[in-house]
T-cell receptor
Protein backbone atom coordinates (compact mmCIF):
# COMPACT_ATOMS: atom_id res chain seq x y z
CA UNK A 1 0.00 0.00 0.00
CA UNK A 2 1.41 3.38 -1.01
CA UNK A 3 1.95 5.85 1.81
CA UNK A 4 1.26 9.55 2.05
CA UNK A 5 3.06 11.44 -0.69
CA UNK A 6 4.29 15.01 -0.38
CA UNK A 7 6.10 17.40 -2.68
CA UNK A 8 8.40 19.13 -2.88
CA UNK A 9 10.70 17.64 -0.24
CA UNK A 10 12.68 20.84 0.15
CA UNK A 11 11.96 24.48 -0.65
CA UNK A 12 13.99 27.63 -0.10
CA UNK A 13 12.34 31.01 -0.58
CA UNK A 14 12.86 34.60 0.48
CA UNK A 15 10.57 36.31 2.95
CA UNK A 16 7.43 37.83 1.46
CA UNK A 17 7.41 35.26 -1.34
CA UNK A 18 4.65 32.69 -1.66
CA UNK A 19 4.96 28.91 -1.58
CA UNK A 20 2.68 25.91 -1.97
CA UNK A 21 2.95 22.34 -0.76
CA UNK A 22 1.10 19.34 -2.14
CA UNK A 23 -0.13 16.19 -0.39
CA UNK A 24 -1.64 12.99 -1.73
CA UNK A 25 -3.10 10.89 1.11
CA UNK A 26 -3.36 7.12 1.34
CA UNK A 27 -6.04 5.88 -1.03
CA UNK A 28 -9.47 5.84 0.59
CA UNK A 29 -8.51 7.94 3.59
CA UNK A 30 -11.20 10.51 4.29
CA UNK A 31 -9.33 12.58 6.88
CA UNK A 32 -6.31 14.69 6.00
CA UNK A 33 -4.13 16.74 8.33
CA UNK A 34 -1.44 19.38 7.87
CA UNK A 35 1.09 19.81 10.67
CA UNK A 36 3.90 22.31 11.16
CA UNK A 37 7.07 21.14 12.89
CA UNK A 38 9.56 23.77 13.97
CA UNK A 39 13.09 22.52 14.65
CA UNK A 40 13.36 20.90 18.07
CA UNK A 41 9.60 20.74 18.66
CA UNK A 42 6.87 18.20 18.07
CA UNK A 43 4.47 18.63 15.16
CA UNK A 44 1.60 21.08 15.63
CA UNK A 45 -1.73 20.64 13.84
CA UNK A 46 -2.55 23.45 11.43
CA UNK A 47 -5.69 22.18 9.75
CA UNK A 48 -7.79 19.02 9.52
CA UNK A 49 -10.10 18.04 6.65
CA UNK A 50 -12.85 15.46 6.69
CA UNK A 51 -13.42 14.73 2.98
CA UNK A 52 -13.75 18.23 1.45
CA UNK A 53 -14.71 20.06 4.63
CA UNK A 54 -12.56 21.72 7.27
CA UNK A 55 -13.21 20.38 10.78
CA UNK A 56 -10.41 22.16 12.65
CA UNK A 57 -8.34 25.14 11.51
CA UNK A 58 -8.02 26.83 14.89
CA UNK A 59 -4.22 26.86 14.76
CA UNK A 60 -3.92 28.03 11.14
CA UNK A 61 -2.61 31.62 10.75
CA UNK A 62 -5.35 32.56 8.34
CA UNK A 63 -3.88 35.92 7.41
CA UNK A 64 -1.12 34.15 5.47
CA UNK A 65 -1.87 30.41 5.37
CA UNK A 66 -4.57 28.76 3.32
CA UNK A 67 -5.37 25.16 2.49
CA UNK A 68 -7.80 23.36 0.28
CA UNK A 69 -8.76 19.80 -0.47
CA UNK A 70 -10.57 19.59 -3.75
CA UNK A 71 -12.63 16.46 -4.48
CA UNK A 72 -11.72 15.05 -1.07
CA UNK A 73 -8.39 13.61 -2.18
CA UNK A 74 -5.27 15.75 -2.76
CA UNK A 75 -4.60 18.85 -0.72
CA UNK A 76 -2.47 21.96 -1.05
CA UNK A 77 -1.18 24.22 1.70
CA UNK A 78 -0.15 27.74 0.73
CA UNK A 79 1.76 30.45 2.53
CA UNK A 80 1.51 34.00 1.20
CA UNK A 81 3.53 35.99 2.10
CA UNK A 82 6.10 33.90 3.96
CA UNK A 83 7.85 35.10 7.09
CA UNK A 84 11.15 33.98 8.58
CA UNK A 85 9.31 32.18 11.39
CA UNK A 86 7.54 29.96 8.86
CA UNK A 87 10.77 28.00 8.40
CA UNK A 88 9.76 24.50 9.44
CA UNK A 89 8.87 21.05 8.18
CA UNK A 90 5.30 20.79 6.91
CA UNK A 91 3.87 17.33 7.43
CA UNK A 92 0.78 15.85 5.86
CA UNK A 93 -1.02 12.92 7.46
CA UNK A 94 -4.13 10.95 6.61
CA UNK A 95 -6.45 8.54 8.39
CA UNK A 96 -9.59 6.60 7.71
CA UNK A 97 -13.18 7.69 7.86
CA UNK A 98 -13.54 8.07 11.60
CA UNK A 99 -11.44 10.36 13.83
CA UNK A 100 -10.22 7.46 15.93
CA UNK A 101 -8.44 5.84 12.99
CA UNK A 102 -4.64 5.80 13.09
CA UNK A 103 -2.89 8.69 11.34
CA UNK A 104 -0.11 7.95 8.87
CA UNK A 105 2.39 10.65 7.99
CA UNK A 106 4.19 11.63 4.83
CA UNK A 107 7.92 12.49 4.69
CA UNK A 108 7.29 16.23 5.00
CA UNK A 109 8.43 19.33 3.14
CA UNK A 110 11.30 21.26 4.67
CA UNK A 111 10.79 25.00 4.11
CA UNK A 112 13.56 27.52 4.63
CA UNK A 113 12.63 31.20 4.51
CA UNK A 114 15.59 33.55 4.06
CA UNK B 1 -6.69 16.07 25.45
CA UNK B 2 -4.64 14.97 28.46
CA UNK B 3 -1.06 16.13 28.73
CA UNK B 4 1.84 13.66 28.79
CA UNK B 5 5.25 13.84 30.46
CA UNK B 6 8.27 12.02 29.06
CA UNK B 7 11.98 12.11 29.93
CA UNK B 8 13.84 14.28 27.40
CA UNK B 9 16.43 11.63 26.56
CA UNK B 10 17.40 8.01 27.16
CA UNK B 11 20.21 5.71 26.12
CA UNK B 12 20.11 2.00 25.37
CA UNK B 13 22.67 -0.59 24.31
CA UNK B 14 22.07 -2.38 21.04
CA UNK B 15 20.34 -5.72 21.56
CA UNK B 16 18.94 -4.76 24.93
CA UNK B 17 15.35 -3.83 25.71
CA UNK B 18 14.48 -0.14 25.60
CA UNK B 19 11.80 0.88 28.10
CA UNK B 20 10.35 4.33 27.48
CA UNK B 21 8.10 5.72 30.23
CA UNK B 22 5.22 8.15 29.89
CA UNK B 23 3.07 9.81 32.53
CA UNK B 24 -0.50 10.81 31.68
CA UNK B 25 -2.11 11.31 35.07
CA UNK B 26 -5.07 13.35 33.75
CA UNK B 27 -6.13 10.81 31.12
CA UNK B 28 -9.87 10.38 30.69
CA UNK B 29 -11.68 7.07 30.53
CA UNK B 30 -12.16 7.02 26.76
CA UNK B 31 -8.75 8.41 25.76
CA UNK B 32 -6.23 6.17 24.07
CA UNK B 33 -2.46 6.15 24.55
CA UNK B 34 -0.62 6.36 21.23
CA UNK B 35 3.09 6.05 20.52
CA UNK B 36 4.80 7.45 17.45
CA UNK B 37 8.46 7.81 16.64
CA UNK B 38 10.31 10.14 14.33
CA UNK B 39 13.61 9.20 12.81
CA UNK B 40 15.76 12.10 11.66
CA UNK B 41 14.41 13.83 8.53
CA UNK B 42 11.37 11.56 8.30
CA UNK B 43 7.70 11.96 9.19
CA UNK B 44 6.38 10.44 12.42
CA UNK B 45 5.82 6.70 12.27
CA UNK B 46 2.96 4.99 14.09
CA UNK B 47 4.14 2.33 16.57
CA UNK B 48 1.27 1.16 18.75
CA UNK B 49 -1.74 2.29 20.75
CA UNK B 50 -3.90 1.01 23.60
CA UNK B 51 -6.78 1.85 25.89
CA UNK B 52 -6.60 -0.36 28.99
CA UNK B 53 -4.99 -3.66 28.15
CA UNK B 54 -1.38 -4.27 27.30
CA UNK B 55 -0.75 -4.44 23.57
CA UNK B 56 1.94 -6.03 21.43
CA UNK B 57 2.73 -5.87 17.74
CA UNK B 58 5.71 -6.59 15.53
CA UNK B 59 7.41 -3.35 16.55
CA UNK B 60 6.84 -3.01 20.28
CA UNK B 61 4.85 -3.72 23.42
CA UNK B 62 2.76 -1.21 25.33
CA UNK B 63 2.23 -1.66 29.05
CA UNK B 64 -0.48 0.52 30.61
CA UNK B 65 -0.81 0.65 34.39
CA UNK B 66 -4.08 -0.41 35.94
CA UNK B 67 -5.00 3.16 36.91
CA UNK B 68 -4.01 4.26 33.36
CA UNK B 69 -1.96 7.15 34.70
CA UNK B 70 1.25 5.94 33.10
CA UNK B 71 2.51 3.62 30.41
CA UNK B 72 5.75 2.13 29.10
CA UNK B 73 6.73 1.44 25.53
CA UNK B 74 9.06 -1.53 25.22
CA UNK B 75 11.32 -2.18 22.25
CA UNK B 76 12.43 -5.73 23.08
CA UNK B 77 15.71 -5.84 21.17
CA UNK B 78 16.81 -2.31 20.28
CA UNK B 79 18.87 -1.77 17.14
CA UNK B 80 20.76 1.27 15.90
CA UNK B 81 17.84 1.97 13.56
CA UNK B 82 15.60 2.52 16.59
CA UNK B 83 17.44 5.75 17.40
CA UNK B 84 14.68 8.36 17.13
CA UNK B 85 12.40 10.76 19.02
CA UNK B 86 9.56 8.82 20.64
CA UNK B 87 6.26 10.59 21.28
CA UNK B 88 3.64 9.45 23.77
CA UNK B 89 0.25 10.99 22.96
CA UNK B 90 -3.11 10.78 24.66
CA UNK B 91 -5.86 11.00 22.08
CA UNK B 92 -9.59 11.30 22.29
CA UNK B 93 -11.49 9.12 19.81
CA UNK B 94 -14.47 11.44 19.81
CA UNK B 95 -15.62 13.64 16.99
CA UNK B 96 -16.62 17.20 17.58
CA UNK B 97 -15.51 19.72 20.15
CA UNK B 98 -11.92 20.81 19.96
CA UNK B 99 -10.45 17.37 19.61
CA UNK B 100 -11.89 15.50 16.66
CA UNK B 101 -9.27 12.82 17.05
CA UNK B 102 -6.27 15.09 16.55
CA UNK B 103 -2.79 14.24 17.83
CA UNK B 104 -1.16 16.74 20.20
CA UNK B 105 2.57 16.16 20.22
CA UNK B 106 4.86 17.11 23.11
CA UNK B 107 8.64 17.21 23.08
CA UNK B 108 9.06 13.44 23.17
CA UNK B 109 12.01 11.32 24.33
CA UNK B 110 15.19 11.18 22.28
CA UNK B 111 16.25 7.53 22.37
CA UNK B 112 19.86 6.86 21.40
CA UNK B 113 20.85 3.25 20.81
CA UNK B 114 24.58 2.64 21.21
CA UNK B 115 26.61 -0.17 19.59
Amino acid sequence: EAGVAQSPRYKIIEKRQSVAFWCNPISGHATLYWYQQILGQGPKLLIQFQNNGVVDDSQLPKDRFSAERLKGVDSTLKIQPAKLEDSAVYLCASSGRIPADTQYFGPGTRLTVL
Amino acid sequence: DAKTTQPPSMDCAEGRAANLPCNHSTISGNEYVYWYRQIHSQGPQYIIHGLKNNETNEMASLIITEDRKSSTLILPHATLRDTAVYYCIVRSPNAGGTSYGKLTFGQGTILTVHP
